[in-house]
Nanobody
Framework: QLQLAESGGGLVQPGGSLRLSCAVS???????????IGWFRQAPGKERVLVSC????????NYADSVKGRFTISRDNGKNTVQLRMNNLKVDDTAVYYC?????????????????WGQGTQVTVSS
């Protein structure tokens, strides 16, 4: 069983930046590199959607069209963390952001299952 914990959310003005972090822990001797890690978001009244993901074993990175050029995902397998750097934030980016893990998906996407989920962190973009 993996545990994922998000941090870094908050209130920011349009055009501002935030950096979200996901700390992964749990199974003794687990190797985060074997897992695809995704960042998802859910806005009020909307479905949860993929924002970005990074594949297992040095696989791909993937971004939703709405965040390309503004968000950057990065992972540190030695520290068991994945970060999402969010620049030029827009009001439409307001949502609860979740990180999730899926074992052995070299090509990550939003269409395969993710077995483990964090509790989420709120991001609010407002003037």
């Amino acid at each position: 069983q993996l545990q994922l914990a998000e941090s870094g959310g908050g209130l920011v003005q349009p055009g501002g930046s935030l950096r979200l972090s996901c700390a992964v822990s749990g199974i003794p001797d687990f190797t985060m590199g074997y897992y695809a890690i995704g960042w998802f978001r859910q806005a009020p009244g909307k479905e949860r959607v993929l924002v970005s993901c990074t594949g297992s074993s040095g696989g791909n990175t993937n971004y939703a069209d709405s965040v390309k050029g503004r968000f950057t995902i990065s992972r540190d397998n030695g520290k068991n963390t994945v970060q999402l750097r969010m620049n030029n934030l827009k009001v439409d980016d307001t949502a609860v952001y979740y990180c999730a893990a899926a074992r052995s998906y070299y090509y990550c996407s939003g269409s395969h299952p993710y077995e483990y989920w964090g509790q989420g962190t709120q991001v609010t973009v407002s003037s």
